[in-house]
């Protein structure tokens, strides 16, 4: 008999000739492996080629088998997707789940079809978040993580370490506090262990409906903090925004690229007629913004760059103002005393730490030429370019 959601076909295997069900995983299983042995971060699986995965350094790097086909990625993905989500699957043509390889992780799996075909991107999942020291994040993420109250935003694009950041936060609270964490992922990218603090993880389409629902049920279940995954609906932000305003730290993402952008993004969310008020909402319970992006460091690995704004009367005052709100990216970068930085001064300090190369950080700057000058303030020599 055939196994359950691989279908009466056989899948085919261009190497090595027709491959049951049982082999299928775990040759999949064992491309899961190498990932987790070369620390790397994604499994890529498209048909047409072989396996990728995402290596520490960034690069996508092949495995060596042959081109996969669409027969095999199919049986892959109807072995894998959970039976409940199977349905969504072939209505939406995309599907997010979590997935456990016995003896080598859990991971983060999204299948989705392109060009009529199969594809399964699968992300490694840890136990417990690192350390701040680990991840060299400043001093001051460490302390908007012991905000009582509030809101504090991780944003930046696909890929750029938020969730490892909010981890961090998360870990270091267990470590050192008697409280209860609710936390609200769609799915669950990190299991964390209670230590000193209770964490409850909810996951979106297996333990609640959705981050809304969940958000309102955890006002009742006597949390300290709350982590959203990610902020993407009127309703979810506007939940969010009322719970930082009645005594809980909140702590979630968006997918933007500076803190302006992210201001803006939290008020964009809203309607003309209610952006007002939000903007003063907003300026009194936001505590700070982690923008990040990952810069390749010259030992081939890669570090966070950050832009991190601290809410102070004076960002306050241009978060409510419209007209004023642009300026914020002057008073972070004059705002090192309460442990701000723009992005080309987080780089700069890359730089002289001699972690990351003055190449990689120009062309991971925002504003090249205003970072062009501050190397030469620091009489730092720039490469020409050939």
Not at 54 to 65: D, Q, S
Not at 198 to 219: H, M, W
Not at 293 to 317: F, I, K, M, S
Request: with cysteine; charged share 25%; proline share 5%.
């Amino acid at each position: 008999m055939p196994r359950e959601g691989v279908g009466l076909s056989v899948a085919e295997n261009t190497q090595n000739g027709p491959v049951q069900a049982g082999d299928l995983i775990d040759e999949f299983n064992g491309w899961l492996a190498e990932l987790t042995a070369r620390e790397g971060s994604d499994l890529h699986v498209k048909v047409g080629v072989p396996p990728k995965i995402r290596e520490a350094t960034g690069a996508l790097v092949p495995l060596e088998r042959g081109a996969l086909t669409q027969d095999y990625t199919a049986a892959i993905a109807r072995r894998i997707i959970p039976p409940d989500r199977r349905e969504r699957f072939e209505a939406a043509g995309e599907v997010d789940f979590a997935y456990s390889a016995a003896g080598v992780g859990r991971f983060r799996a999204n299948v989705f079809r392109q060009r009529g075909t199969t594809s399964l991107v699968l992300r490694k999942l840890r136990y417990g978040g690192p350390g701040f020291d680990e991840l060299r994040l400043p001093e001051v993420v460490r302390k908007l993580s012991e905000e009582p109250r509030g809101l504090v935003l991780v944003t930046g694009p696909t890929g750029s370490g938020k969730t490892t950041t909010l981890a961090a936060m998360i870990e270091h609270i267990n470590r050192s506090k008697q409280i209860h964490i609710v936390t609200v992922e769609d799915p669950i990218e990190v299991v964390f262990r209670d230590e000193e603090a209770s964490i409850n993880q909810r996951e979106v389409g297996n333990d609640t409906e959705s981050f809304l629902s969940a958000l309102r049920a955890a006002l009742r279940q006597d949390p300290d903090i709350i982590l959203i995954g990610e902020m993407r609906d009127t309703e979810t932000v506007r939940a969010a925004l009322q719970a930082a305003e009645t005594g809980h730290l909140v702590l979630s993402t968006l997918h933007t690229v500076n803190v302006t952008e992210t201001v803006n993004r939290v008020v964009d969310f809203f309607p003309p007629f209610q952006q007002h008020q939000i903007r003063l909402t907003l300026a009194g319970a936001l505590r700070g913004i982690i923008c990040q992006r990952l810069v390749p460091t010259v030992d081939g690995g890669r570090t966070p760059g950050v832009e991190v704004l601290v809410n102070t009367g004076r960002v306050a005052e241009r978060i409510v103002d419209p007209d004023k709100t642009a300026e914020i990216h002057d008073i972070i970068a004059d705002g090192g005393f309460y442990g701000m930085a723009t992005f080309e001064q987080s780089l700069l300090e890359l730089v002289r730490s001699g972690r990351v190369s003055v190449g990689a950080a120009l062309e991971a700057s925002s504003a090249r030429h205003d970072f062009e000058l501050m190397l030469q303030q620091a009489e730092i020599a720039i490469p020409s370019i050939a």
